[in-house]
């Protein structure tokens, strides 16, 4: 008996780590779609049904577009998602985020009581091209009385390639938190 429960579990991992997987590839893709804009951006969030995998809603960061320091792709997707649920809450929800959530994005991710955030490149990777708040989610999320898993870094690599394109660069360099226009 021991060993079908254990066996069942191993399955289980496996088919959230798929999917897991398999999300924060579509949050990448979706992202990635922006470096062709006129206003390109790394950030993105998607939200989904922690058991069904149900998508319910993503979004990018829109801080140039909205001229709103808070416009963070995970803040956008907590307001979205709510409002689409009639509801403050999001518990029974996972976000993948394409980097690390911010100390101000992941107070939201708890406020919003998600199950669970996962997340692509690292506050560190981001902070190589703009400002950032060098405080990791895990510590916010373990500072907290609310309870809300991170899970970290997944898919990191990839998720980096959308600081490092071309057009994102160029982008980097005329954002007022980019780390080349505030170090001269």
């Not at 980097?99 to 506050?123: H, N």
């Not at 870094?153 to 600081?163: H, I, K, S």
Request: hydrophobic share 40%; charged share 25%; aromatic share 6%.
């Amino acid at each position: 008996m021991v060993n079908w429960d254990m066996a069942q579990s191993a399955k289980m991992a496996a088919r959230g780590a798929a999917l897991d997987q398999e999300r924060m590839r579509e949050i990448y893709q979706f992202t990635a779609r922006s470096l062709e804009t006129v206003r390109p951006v790394p950030f993105g969030a998607l939200i989904v049904n922690t058991q069904t995998g149900e998508r319910l809603m993503r979004a990018t960061n829109a801080v140039m577009r909205e001229n709103d320091p808070s416009a963070h792709a995970e803040t956008r997707t907590v307001r979205l998602a709510c409002k689409k649920l009639k509801q403050p809450s999001l518990a029974g929800y996972t976000m993948y985020s394409t980097c690390e959530p911010c100390a101000m994005c992941m107070a939201s991710a708890l406020w919003a009581r998600l199950d669970r955030v996962v997340f692509g490149a690292t506050i560190g990777d981001a902070k190589r091209h703009v400002l950032q708040i060098h405080i990791p989610a895990k510590e916010v999320a373990r500072r907290s009385d609310m309870r809300c898993v991170v899970e970290g870094p997944l898919l990191r690599e990839l998720c980096n390639t959308l600081f490092t394109h071309p057009n994102m660069q160029k982008a980097f360099r005329s954002w007022s938190t980019s780390k080349a226009k505030t170090s001269k």
